[in-house]
């Protein structure tokens, strides 16, 4: 069998004239160089080089072999320009489980992005409060802001998500103690958020329970009480201002989820590289450890 490398380092040394120079080029040893030739000379059972004293010029063989291994180069290197082609032209759907205030506001503006790099992929966007289960298909990479605990899972953690407490001006000019405030229902107490939402409202009363975060934040945009929202939504909001507390609020950290054999997949990795983008762009979702 003859070994590719072993051509390449023949037509080095046709294109360069010496042992020397054609090492300088690979960034090898000459002595490289030479076993290279002795290899292929006894592979084909030709000579294609003269050992003379200070040189090593090529046979007339050694000339016929490296214009062919030149063309099989030109060939090679057309093979990666398609392939480079194929990959800028990615094709498929790919389905991700994401929070709906990332998707909201971080990934869903940016998708024109994604669609001009690569129109024939699709992207599916899969907003929800439960953690879509990988391992059934539900979907093929997950956004969470939990670490996942399956050690069969590729883990990245690419950002954190932080929180504030926000209402309208006008809902800020009442006194502290008469401020009501809007809340996820019971099932989600667990949540670090709403936690900390109990805490602060120190028994204060809930005028409104709501279980998605696009209806607590106009719920707060009509003055009918103080919302916890991750900052990304609250400081854009223009009818909102985040209001004092007494204690921090929580940070929650961004975990990219994928299965091994998923990400292998040219178009899952497009896709996970414009999520990772996405939220290292933003200024809000900065990693700040």
């Not at 298909?137 to 953690?157: H, M, T, Y």
């Not at 809007?182 to 958020?193: F, R, V």
């Not at 003055?223 to 929650?252: C, F, K, S, W, Y």
Request: charged share 20%; with cysteine; net charge positive.
């Amino acid at each position: 069998m003859i070994d590719w490398q072993d051509l390449q380092v023949l037509t080095l040394l046709a294109r360069n004239g010496s042992l020397s120079a054609a090492a300088r080029e690979l960034g090898v040893e000459h002595a490289t160089i030479g076993r290279r030739i002795d290899s292929l000379e006894k592979n084909l059972g030709l000579r294609l080089v003269d050992r003379l004293p200070r040189s090593r010029p090529l046979t007339k063989d050694g000339l016929a072999v490296a214009a062919l291994a030149q063309n099989m180069a030109q060939q090679a290197a057309l093979i990666e320009q398609r392939s480079r082609m194929a990959s800028a032209g990615l094709a498929g759907v790919v389905r991700v489980s994401v929070p709906p205030s990332l998707a909201r506001a971080c990934i869903a503006p940016k998708i024109a992005r994604l669609n001009a790099s690569h129109p024939d992929l699709q992207l599916v966007l899969l907003p929800g409060t439960a953690l879509a289960a990988l391992n059934k298909g539900e979907a093929d990479v997950a956004i969470r802001s939990v670490r996942p605990e399956d050690d069969g899972l590729i883990r990245k953690r690419i950002g954190a998500v932080r929180f504030g407490l926000y209402g309208t001006a006008k809902f800020s000019r009442h006194p502290p103690e008469d401020w009501t405030f809007i809340s996820y229902d019971q099932s989600l107490d667990h949540l670090p958020q709403q936690m900390w939402l109990h805490r602060i409202r120190s028994g204060r009363r809930i005028a409104f329970f709501a279980s998605d975060l696009l209806t607590q934040q106009i719920a707060a945009s009509n003055h009918i009480g103080a919302v916890v929202l991750p900052t990304i939504i609250g400081e854009r909001d223009a009818v909102l201002i985040q209001l004092p507390t007494n204690e921090a609020p929580p940070v929650r950290d961004i975990w990219l989820t994928a299965y091994p054999d998923v990400k292998r997949s040219p178009v899952v990795n497009a896709v996970i590289d414009f999520l990772i983008a996405c939220v290292e762009e933003e200024p809000l979702l900065a990693d700040r450890t």
